[in-house]
């Protein structure tokens, strides 16, 4: 079946570095991938919404500057963490949407920052 | 805001006894409802989804109801396994159009298998 792949699935950067996390729709193109993130034993919280060759619409309080989402095939879109805090350590999550309701979830990714 | 939350942070039950896990929505609007379960560590595995217009699905031992007059989801599992125990998440589509919306996630239900 379809599958969303994310990489890489753990990284350590430090403190004031940027990270770039990918999501990979394997082998179906997907119109629309999100990025979630979930913070230890909270839920899930949609960060921004990607659109493949456009500008991504980010959620309330999520930073665009801080929070990169690029989109540039209908099978990669990815997420840079600029200049990333230990504030920022979370576990990121995408997920892709081709047609109709389907909903894919990649594996996550988990981020520490030192 | 508009949200969706769970009644129960933890449930534990014995295995093979059966399990309902419940979800409060609070949009109207939304067309679509899915079931995941998340192991530590993991990403979301998708369990069973439910349309607006349709008010119980059933899958491999479980089954979801929906009931749009008080907004509430649920969860019920049958014969729970060691393997069940998880946390539980309802999910709403964000808006009415399809899966191109995101989705607001509850809180979560961390189900316990008792042996």
């Known amino acids: ?114 | 805001g508009e949200s969706v939350g769970l009644h129960l942070p933890t449930l534990s039950v014995q295995e093979g006894d059966n399990s309902i896990i419940n979800c409060a929505y609070s949009n109207s609007a939304s067309d679509y409802f899915i079931w995941y379960k998340q192991e530590s560590g993991k990403g979301p595995q998708f369990i069973i989804d439910i349309r607006s217009n349709m008010d119980k699905r059933q899958g491999q031992r479980v089954t979801v109801l929906l009931n749009k007059t008080v907004k509430h989801l649920s969860l019920q599992i049958a014969a729970t396994q060691p393997g069940d125990s998880a946390v539980y998440f309802c999910a709403e589509n964000r808006g009415s159009g399809g899966g191109a919306d995101g989705l607001t996630f509850g809180k979560g239900t961390h189900l316990i298998i008792q042996p």
């Open chain 1, 1 to 114: 079946g379809a599958v969303v792949s994310q990489h890489p699935s753990r990284v350590i950067c430090k403190s004031g570095t940027s990270v770039k996390i990918e999501c990979r729709s394997l082998d179906f193109q997907a119109t629309t991938m999100f990025w979630y993130r979930q913070f230890p034993k909270q839920s899930l919280m949609l960060m921004a919404t990607s659109n493949e060759g456009s500008k991504a619409t980010y959620e309330q309080g999520v930073e665009k500057d801080k929070f990169l989402i690029n989109h540039a095939s209908l099978t990669l879109s990815t997420l840079t963490v600029t200049s990333a805090h230990p504030e920022d350590s979370s576990f990121y999550i995408c997920s892709a949407t081709g047609k109709g309701y389907t909903i894919y979830f990649g594996e996550g990714s988990w981020l520490t920052v030192v």
